[in-house]
């Protein structure tokens, strides 16, 4: 199964600024690489999807780029702002076969946009 | 549309009690999963159903757990007898196509003691 790694746990930006989350992961690239965001005591909500066969992916000010021979996506929000400070997810689509998907997680990552 | 309701919020046991979950997936939503997520981690994936048969339930620990899909639409997670490791937080999910992402509930919390 696929090992995924967040490798900030935390992040702070200045309001204004560019976030920059990265995940990578372990074996076969996925047939979709999602991007959630979590906020405290709520499920996580679902912001993005990439294809493998898709290097970006853009939604107001998010951006996702997909790297299958880095094994990498990065997570862009453009012109911060306090209200994105949460948690933010990055999960793997694993094909199970008959028509079966599941989501791998990582483990997330923390921003705080500070005003 | 109505989002993924579940039930309770929160709930506090002693250890070897037993505890229930419910949930209730968006309309027309084959697909359900019951995720586990403990404080500080991602969610992991305890059980999918497609419809009311289950697809995966490798990873749920099956002398303790237990889960079903009645009719396709409302599921139950059981928990007999929880142990203090099962303290986290129980997500339930639906998806209709896995391209448009999934849609998670807000959790029940659950303590045990």
């Known amino acids: 199964s696929q090992k995924i790694e967040q490798n900030s746990e935390a992040l702070n930006i200045q309001e204004g600024k560019t976030a920059t989350l990265t995940c990578n992961y372990t074996?076969?690239?996925?047939?979709?690489l999602q991007w959630y965001r979590q906020d405290p005591g709520r499920g996580p909500v679902f912001l993005l999807l990439?294809?493998?066969?898709?290097k970006e992916k853009r939604k107001e000010r998010l951006k996702v780029t997909f790297d299958t021979t880095l094994k990498q996506s990065l997570f862009h929000i453009t012109a911060s702002q306090p209200a994105d400070s949460a948690t933010y997810l990055c999960?793997?689509?694993?094909?199970?076969?008959?028509?079966?998907?599941?989501?791998?997680f990582g483990k997330g990552t923390k921003l705080s946009v500070i005003p | 549309e109505a989002g993924v309701a579940q039930s309770p919020r929160y709930k506090i046991i002693e250890k070897r009690q037993s505890v229930a979950f419910w949930c209730n997936p968006i309309?027309?939503?084959?697909?359900l999963y019951w995720y586990q997520q403990i404080l500080g981690q991602g969610p992991k994936l305890l059980i999918q159903?497609?419809?009311?048969?289950?697809?995966?339930d490798s990873q749920l620990p099956k002398d303790r757990f237990s889960a079903e899909r009645l009719k396709g639409v409302d599921s139950t997670l059981k928990i007999q007898p929880a142990k203090l490791e099962d303290s986290a937080v129980y997500l339930c999910?639906?998806?209709?196509?896995?391209?448009?992402?999934?849609?998670f509930g807000s959790g029940t919390r659950l303590t045990v003691v």
């Open positions: 159903f497609q419809n009311n048969g289950v697809v995966d």
């Open positions: 074996n076969y690239s996925p047939a979709y």
């Open positions: 990439i294809r493998e066969n898709e």
């Open positions: 999960a793997l689509d694993d094909w199970e076969g008959a028509g079966s998907y599941q989501l791998t």
């Open positions: 309309s027309g939503h084959a697909t």
């Open positions: 999910a639906s998806s209709l196509d896995p391209t448009y992402g999934y849609t």
